[in-house]
């Protein structure tokens, strides 16, 4: 479907840009060879005609139905080829948030010769027409999706163009280098090298670690779009359910005395520090023989080892073997170099002035000063806001410039990791002395896999996957 739709752009397309209904009004979008007459037979203005209008201008004008009966009164902006969010003949018409007004204006441009859009299909010609490379029109969806500032920062540095300047620069030089070596092969008879070898290993180097250090950016960007991953572990009754709702300011997980509450994982979303987290309530680790139970406790073990930080609650009030037994379990499933470790003294509320801070620390001293250790009370929300900072420190360190590219699409990923793998078969190749045509052929591969990223060499079911999952109207 998308193959025949976007091979011509001789049809003109139509959609709302907002959601009827929602506010005061509602932007319907159009775009194509036709866009400006469709909507001149749609919106009467009293002087100068919609088709008329020069680019860059806004109209007030009436909606008419087929009996002459006005519809809204509306507002046309209207912009020219090739200035204009798709390159095309375009105008966006305001009218007034009513579903009914919205689904009649829209009848009648389909009716004047327009059609309804299909998802992304304004970004898509977009593309097309050389308004935007592939990863800054994946970055128009981030930019409306993005539920944090850090994560708006990272999308609108993609739609600028500084991840795809990035790119560019790789493969400028890695395409030099390719150049020269086919040059060889024209020349193979007489021995000659085009390509200095010291300056070609390294500059493959050079490129190797850019390409490494954007694909390990993943780790970070993909929590930055999702959510950093926070599992909360502890035995039954330790309090996890109640540092979430206390954290979420909401009753979302349930509390109760009896042990084994929580039998599978209850994830929720917050915004600290301009950084999105999503906690995940985990059910009570314990041996249990309980089948549900226990399916639910293997579930926790897996967040613990999937999360970015791990929240470990201990209950002050419980015996210190227990605290000391769940802490090293804890701590033997955590890989310190991915991992944060929060240990948390949870219930001091319980204990008062009568809180012996030498005890706990005791009970954790063991472990080198890997963790952070807090004191809190989830019931009072006592050191909630100290445990908030923490949270939002550790991802200080990668945090710390959001305007560096960031990689946050697995697709990206994929595609680097496959660069620099061709890139390390150059670097062996070379190594080893072979010939230019099997370094030439890996480097290709490697310039392929960089230019499916901005849809320099992106097959046309790929863009048909990818536009597909954006809203009607972007």
Not at 286 to 307: F, N, P, Q, T, W
Request: proline fraction near 2%.
């Amino acid at each position: 479907m998308f193959k025949n739709m976007f091979s011509s752009f001789e049809d003109t397309i139509v959609a709302p840009a907002t959601v009827p209904g929602t506010g005061a009004i509602t932007v319907i979008r159009v775009s194509g060879p036709e866009a400006i007459a469709v909507t001149g037979k749609v919106v009467k203005c009293k002087s100068k005609s919609i088709e008329s209008s020069d680019a860059n201008t806004i109209r007030y004008g009436f909606v008419y139905d087929e009996s002459g009966y006005a519809v809204d009164e509306v507002l046309v902006s209207v912009f020219r080829s090739p200035s204009s969010y798709t390159g095309e003949d375009s105008t966006e018409i305001s009218c007034h948030a009513s579903s009914y007004v919205a689904s009649e204006i829209l009848r009648l441009l389909c009716g004047a010769g327009a059609r309804m859009a299909e998802p992304g299909e304004f970004t898509r010609r977009a593309f097309v027409n050389g308004k935007m490379d592939l990863a800054q029109a994946e970055a128009v969806a981030d930019v409306i999706s993005s539920s944090s500032s850090a994560s708006l920062r990272v999308a609108m540095n993609q739609l600028r163009g500084g991840y795809s300047s990035e790119l560019r620069s790789i493969r400028s030089s890695l395409v030099e280098l390719t150049s020269l070596l086919e040059l060889e092969l024209d020349f193979s008879e007489e021995d000659v090298e085009f390509a200095d070898r010291s300056r070609l290993s390294s500059l493959l180097d050079e490129v190797i670690g850019h390409v490494s250090s954007l694909a390990s950016s993943f780790r970070f960007g993909n929590a930055l779009r999702n959510g950093v991953p926070v599992a909360i572990v502890g035995a039954p009754n330790s309090g996890k359910s109640t540092l979430l709702n206390s954290l979420l300011g909401d009753d979302r997980a349930i509390v109760s005395d009896v042990p084994g509450t929580t039998r599978d994982t209850v994830e929720e979303t917050m915004v600290v520090d301009g950084i999105l987290f999503r906690f995940i309530d985990t059910a009570g680790l314990r041996s249990s023989s309980d089948e549900v139970e226990k399916i639910g406790i293997l579930r926790s073990y897996k967040k613990l080892s999937e999360a970015s930080v791990v929240l470990a609650l201990l209950d002050c009030t419980a015996p210190e073997e227990e605290n000391e037994t769940l802490i090293s379990d804890v701590v033997s499933r955590i890989d310190f170099s991915a991992q944060k470790l929060v240990v948390l003294f949870n219930k001091v509320d319980i204990l008062g002035s009568n809180i012996n801070v030498t005890l706990l620390n005791k009970e954790v001293s063991l472990f080198d000063n890997k963790y952070i250790r807090l004191y809190i009370s989830g019931k009072t929300g006592f050191g909630l806001s100290d445990l908030k900072k923490e949270l939002a420190l550790t991802q200080k360190d990668l945090s710390s410039d959001f305007d560096h590219a960031i990689v946050t699409n697995s697709r990206h990923f994929e595609a680097l990791n496959s660069a620099a793998s061709a890139l390390g078969r150059v670097k062996s190749s070379l190594s080893s002395g072979l010939t230019p045509d099997l370094l030439a052929e890996d480097l290709r591969e490697a310039l392929h896999y960089l230019g499916t990223i901005t849809g320099e060499v992106t097959p046309d079911e790929v863009l048909g996957e990818i536009f597909g999952r954006f809203c009607i109207g972007k």
